[in-house]
């Protein structure tokens, strides 16, 4: 981190020098699953890896950002990678850069596909990190696949601020002749992604036309060009993920992994602080009666999710604790909330130089109806919160970032 600040930059110029003086580790990849899209795809990618591996397939996976350790991004044939092997790759890509002018995203991407061109395994499943079309992990020349989860307005800084630019730089990962699984999509991205895929000669295997999922009394029903396949609803929390889930079945579906693969998408799947019930460490030690959940989405479709996620919970008083960045649309995402809560406890992200402060994500929150106050950290909040209703729900969320602190400090 301090020899590579926490910036982002969006050229590949920096990756291709250096993956060039590696001697191109990106070549030499098992077969690629490339995931693009604002929401989902660490879900998405979370499904296939479980579906992959039931039926004996070795994965790698990559995936952006950490919650409680930086070796959560990097996945080597199953396994998180060591302490010794991720040293050793770092130092590599450093001497190999030799000072050159370089991001913290692009290195450690690069480092990621050092480790994963020495390991033997069947998949690579690389995450974008931010966009597609110039992303560090957009380096694959003929992935076996490409995946677009839904789109919709975030990082507008870098992407743009329509709907029609921001799909355009996602449907960048989109490879001549390469299929590109999609999932739902508003019409204009849509139209993006299509024009683009037809350009390219890229099959399409897109929602709502190659494949569907809905659920039907308690059950996931997908269906394809294949036929149809009765399933267990995800273990995964929330409406959302049933569509999360189509996406990881039809790429499944298209690399002919067989049922074994596809019940394990959806009932095997792990994937942190994406509504995440915390069970046991210091918070639930001082809330043994609450219902604690933890949540990182942050964007208004994030709270849009997070509210039909809430709508399928039995009735419950709910309290919120909230940090945010100050890069985010924070009444967007808190206006789709804003009805199912009391009261909303705002807190700084402790360590995150980009964090909202509290009073001003207080003052977000009663600007969209929400009752608020700040909090000095989320021990305090859960306790008040627990002190006036012991048995309260109580929703930790708004950031990755935030997330990651609650489970650094031993939450689980």
Excluded at 13 to 33: F, M, S
Aim: net charge negative.
């Amino acid at each position: 981190m301090s020899l590579h600040p926490k910036v982002i930059d969006l050229v590949l110029d920096r990756v291709w020098t250096l993956l060039a003086a590696l001697d191109h580790p990106e070549r030499k990849l098992p077969p690629v699953i490339h995931i693009a899209g604002t929401n989902g795809k660490g879900s998405t990618q979370a499904m296939i890896r479980a579906g992959l591996e039931a039926v004996g397939k070795s994965v790698h996976a990559y995936t952006s950002p950490h919650l409680a350790r930086f070796h959560e991004r990097i996945r080597v044939a199953g396994d998180l990678i060591s302490e010794a092997e991720l040293q050793a790759v770092l130092q590599e890509c450093e001497a190999a850069n030799d000072g050159a002018p370089i991001t913290y995203f692009e290195i450690t991407t690069v480092a990621a596909l050092l480790a994963f061109s020495r390991t033997p395994a069947d998949y690579t499943l690389l995450e974008v990190g931010l966009g597609g079309r110039l992303d560090a992990t957009n380096v694959v020349e003929r992935p076996a696949l490409s995946i677009i989860t839904p789109i919709s307005i975030d990082h507008t800084q870098f992407l743009g601020d329509t709907l029609t630019a921001i799909a355009g730089e996602k449907a960048g990962i989109i490879k001549r002749g390469v299929p590109v699984v999609v999932g739902p999509q508003p019409d204009e991205a849509m139209e993006v992604i299509e024009d683009r895929a037809m350009r390219l000669g890229a099959p399409l295997l897109a929602y709502g036309q190659q494949w569907h999922v809905w659920e039907e009394r308690g059950r996931l029903i997908f269906q394809d060009e294949q036929g149809l396949r009765d399933l267990p609803l995800p273990n995964l929390i929330g409406a959302h993920q049933l569509q999360n889930a189509g996406a990881a079945l039809a790429a499944l579906r298209h690399l002919e992994m067989g049922d074994t693969a596809y019940e394990a998408a959806v009932t095997a799947a792990e994937w942190p602080a994406r509504m995440q019930r915390l069970r046991k460490g210091p918070l639930a030690k001082v809330a043994p009666e609450a219902e604690l959940w933890l949540d990182g989405g942050h964007n208004p479709a994030a709270g849009i999710a997070l509210a039909a996620a809430l709508d399928g919970l039995p009735n419950r008083p709910t309290y919120m604790v909230c940090g945010m960045l100050n890069t985010k649309d924070i009444a967007g995402y808190l206006r789709p909330l804003a009805a199912h809560a009391e009261a909303l406890y705002a807190v700084s992200i402790a360590g995150e130089a980009n964090t909202l402060p509290a009073a001003e994500t207080a003052a977000q929150a009663r600007a969209v109806g929400l009752v608020a106050q700040e909090m000095t950290s989320v021990a305090e909040a859960v306790t008040q919160i627990t002190a006036k209703d012991s048995d309260a729900r109580i929703l930790i969320c708004g950031s990755l970032y935030l997330a990651g602190n609650v489970l650094r400090d031993g939450n689980a």
